[in-house]
């Protein structure tokens, strides 16, 4: 990846093996705003919740995670841990994404608890004041404004100056010759939001962008090196919904536009950054706002350990083990050699000079060093996976056909994919928690 890079590494199965309920993991945190009582115990640790898979499926919530708030919510509505809600949602904003789960949850919710997709697109202030082409749904130009984007052109109103691009529906051709209606400033990056609901005109046009470096009114060209930046929020491949099966994600709308670029061109799509799960951005962003809400309640003990539940061997339990990785590679840092060392163990950006420096001052210097030391992954059976898969033996065979889901510049590691624990559902992840932590909340 070109510039700022999150950490790539890849997926590994976990249906071949039994689940391991007595592996250690450690948590995370959460909390409301309010004072604290000194008779309370002070949570060490802060829960990363997962939405959808693990707390509802659609618009429905899973019986088991009314359950669960429970236990973390006290008499006066207020969290007894640190609790942050990270989704790789994109198409809303973080406010309506916390009234929402306040009304399925029965919890009050607030949006400093919330972490979409494109929530760490405020930290990439170099791009703010450019031209953007934002593709995605739901109120994406009030989205991008939110995170700091002053400068906005929605994929809408590319096809209204140029109608003559969107020509696959042939329902919406132009019936007459026609010029361009407006003329539009020159884009110069792309930011993807989630899955469009019309594929092939948001694929077409942000094909077109790229290949006429952001001037719509020219023809393609194929060679221009290197593209415009691109910018990309979640990279699910897949999600689970009502639906008995999984669904669709904005990871599968990556693949269909990686491939017809490198179709085009003969070369690679080539991301500035990848946020959402599991990008380590994301994870660090979590840990900032778990952080906050501790100083909020004025619990004088730090927060070290981080638990992050999830349905999604791909996203949730890769990227919470990849952020376990970086916390502990983190205090190695202070060895020169241990960045070089983390590239060749792990294939990651870290190996191009620079880059994996140049992530680290964008994140600190935007939400400070890390309190946490640790994040373990629990992995609840109520979403994506399926603890009944059928998977072949061979897990090299199984990868290069089947089971690497992860995104194109995610590598495989099959550590990453191996839960700290594989429950049933959140009620018992929560119960878990509890019990490794020892917290009695009173």
């Known amino acids: 990846m070109r510039g700022l890079l999150a950490f790539s590494r890849g997926l590994h199965t976990l249906s071949n093996r039994p689940a391991r309920r007595k592996a250690g993991i450690v948590g995370s945190r959460c909390g409301l705003c309010g004072t604290q009582s000194v ?79 494109h929530s760490p697109l405020r930290m990439f202030k170099r791009f703010h004041d450019k031209c953007v082409l934002v593709s995605g749904q739901g109120p994406v130009l009030e989205i991008a404004k939110n995170v700091g984007f002053k400068n906005v052109v929605s994929i809408d109103v590319v096809r209204e100056s140029y109608p003559l691009l969107d020509m696959v529906d042939h329902n919406r051709r132009p019936k007459l010759p026609s010029s361009p209606v407006i003329s539009l400033p020159k884009v110069e990056a792309v ?45 699910d491949l897949m999600w689970m919904a009502e639906a008995n099966s999984p669904r669709f994600g904005h990871g599968t709308f990556l693949v269909c536009l990686e491939n017809i670029y490198k179709k085009i061109t003969g070369r690679d799509l080539k991301y500035d950054a990848l946020m959402g799960k599991p990008s380590e951005l994301t994870y660090h962003f979590a840990e900032y706002l778990i952080r906050s809400q501790a100083v909020q309640r004025q619990w004088k003990v730090p927060v070290t350990s981080l638990y992050a539940i999830g349905d999604n061997l791909m996203t949730d339990i890769y990227g919470a ?27 990651s950006g870290a190996a191009l000079p620079g880059a994996e420096e140049e992530l680290d001052v964008l994140r600190e210097s935007e939400l400070a060093p890390p309190s946490a030391t640790s994040c373990k992954s629990i992995l609840v059976c109520t979403g994506v996976y399926d ?23 995610f590598r495989f590691d099959p550590a990453l994919v191996e839960p700290g624990h594989i429950v049933k559902d959140v009620a018992e992840a929560v119960e878990l928690i509890f019990e490794q932590e020892k917290f009695v909340p009173q």
């Open 191 to 235: 930011v993807l939001f989630g899955e469009p609901i019309r594929w092939e005109t948001n694929l077409q046009l942000i094909i077109d962008v790229l290949l006429t470096n952001g001037d719509l009114s020219n023809p393609h060209q194929t060679q221009v090196t290197p593209h415009l930046p691109i910018l990309a929020c979640n990279m």
């Open 39 to 117: 008779n309370k115990p002070q949570p060490r640790f802060g829960l990363l919740f997962d939405i959808d898979g693990v707390l509802v499926r659609g618009r429905m919530p899973i019986p088991a995670a009314k359950k669960a708030f429970e236990k973390l919510v006290d008499s006066r509505g207020q969290f007894v841990v640190p609790v942050v809600f990270v989704t790789n949602a994109g198409n809303c904003q973080r406010h309506t994404k916390a009234d929402q789960l306040s009304h399925i949850l029965g919890v009050p919710i607030t949006e400093d608890q919330v972490i979409m997709s």
């Open 387 to 409: 603890p009944s898969g059928e998977v072949p033996s061979d897990s090299s065979r199984c990868i290069k056909e089947t089971v690497f889901h992860g995104h194109r510049d």
């Open 321 to 347: 083990n990849l952020y376990n990785r970086v916390l502990e590679e983190r205090a190695a840092r202070k060895n020169p050699k241990a960045v070089a060392k983390v590239a060749a163990a792990t294939g």
